[in-house]
């Protein structure tokens, strides 16, 4: 139950009045950042990984943006509903993401299982939709592929980074407490 009242603490999005005057690539940015840092979990704490899966499919069906549910939940949900925020965002751009592939892996992480190889194609996949993507992130996808290879201080110089993205725009995520604790135990 703390895991939970962490989380919702500390999220991104209280409100969808916060996501006013967006465009929907900040929002499919903030999505890659927040799976980024889920696969970083999946590598490094399986258990919180676990956990954070079985929080966003105990509602799977990303109809709507959900005040009780995690930031990676919402942004899931605002990237696959566009026309149902459309007097929200700034623009009318729209993603598409493999729905299905994504239910599959966070589903296998809710049973405590995980397939880098699988999540690392996935990202290949969200990369090329989203066209607008900054450099940075292109490059910590590449990283975090390649999890396994990289000593512990390697690791934390790439968590350190993702952070610092998200830590960016002036926004606290619900990962970004949970990356700080992993960080330091790096």
Avoid: C
Avoid at 28 to 47: C, K, S, T, V
Avoid at 56 to 74: A, E, K, V, W, Y
Avoid at 134 to 147: D, E, F, H, K, V
Avoid at 148 to 154: F, L, M, Q
């Amino acid at each position: 139950m703390e895991f939970i009242a962490e989380l919702n603490e500390s999220r991104m999005f209280k409100r969808l009045k916060q996501l006013t005057g967006r465009n929907m690539s900040d929002v499919a940015e903030r999505l890659f950042e927040h799976l980024l840092a889920l696969q970083i979990f999946a590598n490094e704490d399986r258990g919180t990984a676990q956990k954070y899966a079985a929080q966003i499919m105990r509602m799977q069906h990303f109809d709507g943006f959900r005040t009780s549910q995690s930031d990676l939940f919402n942004l899931i949900a605002l990237i696959l509903n566009p026309s149902q925020y459309s007097h929200i965002f700034a623009d009318d751009t729209k993603y598409v993401i493999p729905e299905l592939r994504l239910r599959r892996i966070l589903r296998s992480l809710e049973r405590g299982s995980f397939n880098n190889d699988d999540f690392s194609q996935m990202m290949l996949i969200l990369q090329r939709e989203f066209t607008e993507l900054p450099a940075y992130l292109i490059t910590l996808r590449r990283q975090i592929s390649n999890w396994k290879r990289y000593s512990d201080r390697e690791k934390s110089d790439i968590v350190q980074r993702l952070m610092y993205m998200m830590r960016e725009r002036g926004m606290q995520s619900d990962f970004y407490v949970l990356l700080q604790r992993l960080q330091k135990s790096l």
